[in-house]
């Protein structure tokens, strides 16, 4: 089992930056791929942005590319997304993922198989 806790959340204005954490317990976080997924009001989850075991390869979607940053600490146990510029169409919560099998460049949220519980980041125009 992997026990993964989401925070950094809140509330900023068109434009601003958030730093989020997940922070894992329960296994070696560095055998897991970790992702983030989003879900807005009214919409379906979908996928925001993943890392590969080591750190070196990252994945984005197309709409947070080049405004998002995803890294991870594997020393601590903790992934982090970088979001910059952001817009309000950003607002949702924002859930962490890991899996031990999926590949970092799979955007499906039915191959994770760890969820954290989610932070809510609104964005005000």
């Known amino acids: 089992q992997v026990q993964l806790v989401a925070s950094g959340g809140g509330l900023v204005q068109a434009g601003g930056s958030l730093r989020l954490s997940c922070a894992a317990s329960?296994?070696?976080?560095?055998?897991?791929?970790m992702a983030w997924f989003r879900q807005a009001p009214g919409k379906e989850r979908e996928f925001v942005a993943a890392?590969?075991?080591?750190?070196?390869?990252?994945y984005y979607a197309d709409s947070v590319k080049d405004r998002f940053t995803i890294s991870r600490d594997n020393a601590k146990n903790t992934v982090y997304p970088q979001m910059n510029s952001l817009k309000p169409e950003d607002t949702a919560v924002y859930c962490c993922a890991a899996d031990y099998s999926v590949s970092y460049y799979d955007t499906r949220s039915e191959r994770y198989d760890y969820w954290g519980q989610g932070t809510q980041v609104t964005v005000s125009s």
């Open positions: 329960g296994r070696t976080f560095s055998n897991y791929v």
């Open positions: 890392i590969s075991r080591s750190g070196s390869n990252t």
